[in-house]
């Protein structure tokens, strides 16, 4: 009977962490259609050996689930958004906070000196770049489907 409890305790304990773990986690929020945002999350991906981000399409509801908890009411799609477990950020800011969590030290380094410049010409650049994101790269029919390797890390 104590084992019982001292079990059902840890169980309790360690599914309240991975609950716990995954509202903290720092997600990529992104249009799941666009391939130049696909192409874009491929590179992050590539880069993030730690694998330290988690990622969701936009269009999926748990985007929609996850953003409305953290106050964000009004998703546009051709906005990137980065929630860190503290603050979610958007637009030029999310690139720049992503681009903190690669590997190494030049990608790191490039968001700490991207920083620097006023967000009122840094988003401004975004916007250009994700109104005609489509034009660019295309639109796939429908959101992307993670490999193997991937699945755990993409949350729709």
Request: charged residues 25%.
């Amino acid at each position: 009977m104590y084992e019982k409890n001292i079990t059902s305790i840890y169980n309790f304990f360690a599914f309240s962490n991975i609950i716990l773990y995954m509202e903290n986690s720092k997600i990529v929020f992104f249009d799941g259609v666009c391939n130049f945002c696909n192409v874009t999350v491929d590179f992050v991906w590539k880069h993030n050996k730690s694998r330290s981000l988690y990622y969701v399409s936009l269009q999926s509801d748990v985007a929609k689930e996850k953003l409305l908890k953290r106050g964000v009411n009004d998703i546009k799609l051709r906005t990137i958004y980065y929630d860190d477990g503290y603050s979610v950020y958007h637009k030029s800011q999310a690139i720049f906070m992503i681009l903190t969590n690669l590997d190494g030290i030049f990608y790191p380094l490039l968001a700490k000196i991207a920083l620097i410049i006023p967000r009122i010409i840094s988003d401004y650049l975004y916007d250009i770049i994700s109104k005609n994101r489509y034009s660019i790269m295309g639109k796939r029919d429908s959101c992307r489907i993670p490999s193997i390797e991937e699945e755990e890390y993409f949350l729709d």
